[in-house]
T-cell receptor
């Protein structure tokens, strides 16, 4: 079936470096892709999204890149800070898949080394 | 403060003892949803509601019930909990018609012995 997954379960980076978290998806009909951040003991928090007709979108310190050719999504975090330590989920929305058709990936744990 | 609240945050119970996890949002959102989160499986949708008195099954509805009598509340009911329902549960809400952003509650960690 269609699914969204992540390449690496854990990513360790030095404080101040840039982080790149990857995600593969399989449903070429998805309309939206979203990145969520989940800190320990909290619910997922929206970070940034991108429509399927875009290939790049920038936020504050974050950039999402979408490569539809290889069905790949990435989240880039610039100048990683200790507060960026969390599990990051990608999710895809396929409007033909139900009320919101939201499918989550399994998550990547970002660890910041001092 | 705009938020989604859940109660209880932690619950340990025994097999077969009915329980309810409450969810409430103060953002006047039409859409509400329940997810469970399990290691290695990510977030999976249990039930969702597009408005008052309208509920539908998600991906893993077996063993759960929901109700939506009021716009702000969306309780999750486990009539006869079993150990395989031990999980971390999240309630979420969003405006109907807004595709992308859901607001999540803080989570309820349920253990069924």
């Amino acid at each position: 079936g269609e699914s969204v997954g992540l390449h690496l379960p854990t990513l360790s980076v030095q404080e101040g470096d840039n982080s790149i978290i990857n995600c593969a998806y399989s449903n070429s009909a998805s309309d939206y892709f979203i990145w969520y951040k989940q800190e320990s003991g909290k619910g997922p928090q929206f970070i940034i999204d991108i429509r399927s007709n875009m290939d790049k979108r920038q936020g504050q310190r974050v950039t999402v890149l979408l490569n539809k050719t290889v069905k790949h999504l990435s989240l880039q975090i610039a100048a990683t800070q200790p507060g960026d330590s969390a599990v990051y989920f990608c999710a895809e929305i396929y409007s033909g898949g139900g009320a919101d058709g939201l499918t989550f990936g399994k998550g990547t744990h970002l660890i910041i080394q001092p | 403060e705009a938020q989604v609240t859940q109660n209880p945050r932690y619950l340990i119970t025994v097999t077969g003892k009915k329980l309810t996890v409450t969810c409430s949002q103060n953002m006047n959102h039409e859409y509400m949803s329940w997810y469970r989160q399990d290691p290695g499986l990510g977030l999976r949708q249990i039930y969702y509601s597009m408005n008052v008195e309208v509920t539908d099954k998600g991906d893993v509805p077996e063993g759960y019930k929901v109700s939506r009598k009021e716009k702000r509340n969306f309780p999750l009911i486990l009539e006869s909990p079993s150990p395989n329902q031990t999980s971390l549960y999240f309630c979420a809400s969003k405006r109907q018609g807004v595709v992308n952003e859901q607001f999540f509650g803080p989570g309820t960690r349920l253990t069924v012995l």
